[in-house]
T-cell receptor, first 113, second 111 residues
């Protein structure tokens, strides 16, 4: 069974630009969650999607948005990038998202210059 | 009080010994608990999950949960150098249905 796939693996952007990250969950998993990981803050919850609906949201500004498609694939968008957005962005899928274990992709390393 | 608290370490343990990693959480209503291992430069990998009070064993790993004291621990028996990593504790918080992570404990197994 293929794992969670995230693309791209690395991104370098400049301040003010926007970026879109992609995530394909494990087959059969309907919930996709996104996390930001930085050395200082650890893993911070961004949002969770289930059946194409945002079911939960963390404490991030509106510049961070996402969506989920009918095949459960998800995208995350960050607009007007800031230097502080530099981080590892992790996508995780789970069967139903309630309290099922999360399975992480390899992440997208975003560097904002 | 932090939602999910872990000692940042590093925790140094001799090869072959038992490594004990601890985690406390603040939301008394939390129901599900997870341990992840993260190697440097890699993404977190699920090791174990536990839902009920007591012990759960899987190979060299044992998760222990005490809901009354609001702590969960991970024991690694016969520690190997390959166990050197950061271990993340995660808790499913019932009040808002979020899985919240601690900042992790760095474990170093001494050859």
């Amino acid at each position: 069974k293929a794992g969670v796939t995230q693309t791209p693996r690395y991104l370098i952007k400049t301040r003010g630009q926007q970026v879109t990250l992609s995530c394909s969950p494990i087959s059969g998993h309907r919930s996709v969650s996104w996390y930001q990981q930085t050395p200082g803050q650890g893993l911070q919850f961004l949002f969770e999607y289930f059946s194409e609906t945002q079911r939960n949201k963390g404490n991030f500004p509106g510049r961070f948005s996402g969506r989920q498609f009918s095949n459960s694939r998800s995208e995350m968008n960050v607009s007007t990038l800031e230097l502080g957005d530099s981080a590892l962005y992790l996508c995780a899928s789970s069967f139903d998202g309630n309290n099922s274990p999360l399975h992480f992709g390899n992440g997208t390393r975003l560097t904002v210059t | 009080q932090k939602e999910v608290e872990q000692n940042s370490g590093p925790l140094s343990v001799p090869e072959g010994a038992i490594a004990s990693l601890n985690c406390t959480y603040s939301d008394r209503g939390s129901q599900s608990f997870f341990w992840y291992r993260q190697y440097s430069g890699k993404s977190p990998e699920l090791i174990m999950f536990i839902y009920s009070n007591g012990d759960k064993e899987d190979g060299r790993f044992t998760a222990q949960l005490n809901k009354a004291s609001q702590y969960v621990s991970l024991l690694i028996r016969d520690s190997q150098p390959s166990d050197s990593a950061t271990y993340l504790c995660a808790v499913f918080r019932n009040r808002d249905d979020k899985i919240i992570f601690g900042k992790g404990t760095r474990l170093h197994i001494l050859p």
